[in-house]
C-alpha cells in the first residue's frame, strides 16, 4: 500500500504534509518509471499551485523528462490531453474540493486513467532517493485547452439557445473553462464564483456549498444550475425549481438516458457502497444493473475498465462517461445533463422518478483515524446497528481517503432513526 497517496491522490496542508521537496521526489518518481519521460502538467487557482508545479517539473527534468506546462485547467482537461497527444503522464495540482490552505498532485497514466494503488506504490518506492541537482530534461509552457474545449463542444447533442444556465464555479480550475463552454453552445450564462484567486476556492461556493447555487438560479429564473468544485472533476446540478441533484441521482438520470440511445454497455452502471439504495431500486426497475465498489472514483474506473461498462459514479458528484474521458469531469457530465434534458425536452426533476431512501452523514475529524476506523469497541456496535436495521436501512463508516476524518452514513427507511444512530456512531468516535 502507497503511503503519500489516499484515494485521490497525495493530498495534505500546504507547507506541512504536502511539501515542494515531496512534489520533487513524485517528478523524479516518474523518471524512473519511465525513461525520459514527456509529462503534461496543469493545476487550479491555489496561491500554492505554481510551487508545487516548478517542484514537479524540477524532479522530473533533474530525470532527464520534459515538461509542458498548460496553466489552469480542470483535472479532466489533463487526462484528456495526456491520452490525446501521448504524453507518458499527466500531472494535476489541485487538492479537488478541499479548503485553499490545501494541495494536492494527481498522477495519470499515458492511457488519462489514475495510476492504481499498485502503481503508487511503486512510484513511492522512489521517492527519497538520490539524484543529481543537475537539470537534463526541459520545460516549456504551452496552452493546449482549445483541443479540451473543443472536445466538449462537440459532446453536446443540441444547441442551447434560449436556456439560462447558472454555473458556480468554485473560483476554481474551470472559471474561465465552463462558462465559454456553454456560452458557444448557445446558453446564456449566470456566473458565481468566478474568480481567479487561490484564497477564494472552495470558499462558501461550489459543489460544497449548493444552498447558493439554489438562490442564484432563483434569483435568475434559470433553466438549470451547475456546481463544481476546485478542479471541476465533480458535478452538483440544481433544477429550476431549486430542487439539487447529487452524483447518484445524475448517475440514474444519465443511465436511463444511455439505455435508451444504446451507449449503456451491457445495462450496467459502477456506483459506489455510498449510493443510495433507492437508486439501485429504480435501476432495476428500469433493467439496469448496480454494481458497487470501494468509494474513490479510481475504484469506479477500475472496475468500469475491467467490465468494460460505459457509465460510473459517485454520490459526491463524480461521473465517470468511459467511452468520452478517462475519468470524472464535471462540465462534460453538465453537457451530458443538458442532452438528457433537450432530448426529452424536460426540466431536471421531471427526468427523476426515484424514490430515494433517507441518509444521515456525518463527518467527524479525528487525529488518526487509522486507529478509530480498527477500534474493536465501535466494530461492535456497527455490528450490533446493522444486524438491527436490516433489512430496512444499512450503515457505512469509513476512513477519508482524502483528509483527517471518519465517515458516517447511516440510511434507513426512517430519517430520524438514521440520524439517531448516526450521532450515537459519532459520539463513539469522539470518544476513541
Not at 153 to 174: M, Q, T
Not at 228 to 235: E, I, K, N, S
Not at 292 to 312: C, E, F, H, P, W
Request: hydrophobic share 40%; proline share 2%.
Amino acid at each position: 500500500m502507497a503511503n503519500f497517496f489516499g484515494t485521490d491522490g497525495i493530498r495534505g496542508v500546504f507547507g506541512k504534509t504536502l511539501t515542494p521537496s515531496l512534489a520533487i521526489n513524485v517528478g523524479n518518481a516518474l523518471t524512473m518509471v519511465r525513461h525520459n519521460p514527456r509529462i503534461i502538467i496543469g493545476a487550479d487557482t491555489r496561491i500554492s499551485s505554481d510551487i508545487l508545479k516548478c517542484a514537479v517539473a524540477i524532479g522530473v527534468m533533474t530525470g532527464g523528462g520534459s515538461v509542458v506546462d498548460t496553466g489552469i485547467v480542470p483535472t479532466a482537461c489533463i487526462s484528456y490531453l495526456t491520452k490525446k497527444f501521448h504524453f507518458d503522464f499527466g500531472v494535476m495540482i489541485s487538492a479537488s474540493h478541499n479548503p485553499s490552505i490545501y494541495n494536492g498532485i494527481k498522477v495519470f497514466k499515458s492511457n488519462g486513467q489514475k495510476m492504481n494503488d499498485e502503481e503508487e506504490a511503486e512510484l513511492e518506492s522512489y521517492f527519497g532517493n538520490n539524484f543529481e541537482a543537475s537539470i537534463y530534461g526541459s520545460y516549456r509552457q504551452k496552452n493546449l485547452t482549445k483541443h479540451y474545449i473543443d472536445f466538449l463542444i462537440n459532446s453536446s447533442e443540441f444547441d442551447l439557445n434560449g436556456v439560462k444556465i447558472c454555473l458556480d464555479l468554485s473560483n476554481g480550475s474551470a472559471y474561465h473553462i465552463a462558462p465559454l463552454v456553454f456560452s458557444k453552445l448557445g446558453a446564456t450564462v449566470f456566473k458565481t464564483g468566478a474568480k481567479n484567486n487561490g484564497l477564494l476556492i472552495n470558499d462558501k461556493c461550489g459543489s460544497l456549498f449548493i444552498e447558493h447555487l439554489v438562490q442564484f438560479v432563483k434569483l435568475k429564473n434559470a433553466d438549470v444550475g451547475f456546481a463544481f468544485d476546485g478542479d471541476a472533476d465533480r458535478l452538483i446540478a440544481v433544477d429550476a425549481s431549486g430542487e439539487v441533484f447529487d452524483g447518484d441521482k445524475i448517475l440514474y438520470i444519465l443511465a436511463k438516458k444511455m439505455k435508451k440511445d444504446g451507449s449503456l454497455f451491457a445495462n450496467t452502471v459502477v456506483g459506489t457502497s455510498h449510493t443510495n439504495s433507492g437508486i439501485m431500486t429504480a435501476l432495476g426497475r428500469n433493467k439496469i444493473n448496480l454494481i458497487r465498489t470501494d468509494i474513490g472514483d479510481k475504484y469506479v474506473i477500475d472496475a468500469m475498465q475491467k467490465m468494460n461498462l460505459s457509465l460510473g459514479g459517485e454520490q459526491s458528484g463524480h461521473i465517470i462517461l468511459r467511452d468520452k474521458i478517462s475519468t470524472g469531469d464535471g462540465i462534460l457530465t453538465a453537457i451530458s445533463v443538458m442532452n438528457a434534458m433537450r432530448g426529452e425536452k424536460s426540466s431536471l426533476s421531471n427526468l427523476f422518478d426515484a424514490q430515494l431512501l433517507p441518509q444521515a452523514n456525518l463527518d467527524v475529524v479525528v487525529k488518526d483515524k487509522i486507529k478509530v476506523i480498527n477500534n474493536d469497541d465501535l466494530r461492535q456496535l456497527l455490528s450490533n446497528i446493522s444486524c438491527a436495521i436490516s433489512p430496512s436501512g444499512r450503515v457505512l463508516v469509513r476512513a477519508s481517503g482524502t483528509e483527517n476524518k471518519i465517515r458516517i452514513m447511516v440510511e434507513h427507511t426512517s430519517l430520524a432513526k438514521a440520524k439517531k444512530l448516526a450521532k450515537e456512531i459519532k459520539s463513539l468516535v469522539i470518544k476513541i
